[in-house]
Every structure is written in C-alpha cells, then in structure tokens.
C-alpha cells in the first residue's frame, strides 16, 4: 500500500500550532494503516488523530485500478486545545 499526500495544500492548515508536516502525515499514516487491516469494504473515507493535544481531521479515498495507493486529499484542525 502506498500512502499519498496533496503537497503544502494541507500543510497550511497547521499554522501558528508548532506541528511539523512530518509529525503530522507520520500519524495520519499510522492511522490509515491500522485502519485498512480491518475495514470492511473499500471507498473514501475519513478520520480524526491526535498529535500533542491537536485533534487533526483528515480525508482519504482509494486510487488508481488496483486500489493500493491512498491519497489523503486534505487533513485540518478539528479544534485548537
């Protein structure tokens, strides 16, 4: 599985709150790769992660022919602690 994500696009939604992109799409990776071993069927979708007290809102969907790259479309803050 390949995990993508849509360049700077959403990375400027984590401004002023000291969190790296790095730290960020490293979590959001995680999440989406315990996600998959259990999902039940194959579409969009979106989650909720949390990194050093910032809940952090993403949405994904599946692409290309074989469905083994996912591309995370935009990720924001939920809500500021």
Known sequence: MVITFRGAH?????????????AVESTIVAAIEEGVETASAIGPF????????????????????????????????AFTP
């Open 10 to 22: 959403a990375s400027r939604h984590l401004t002023g709150t000291g969190l790296s992109t790095e």
């Open 46 to 77: 979106w989650g909720r992660v949390d990194v050093r007290g910032y809940a952090i809102e993403f949405r994904a969907f599946p692409t290309g022919e074989d469905e083994e790259t996912i591309n995370v479309g935009t990720y924001y803050l």
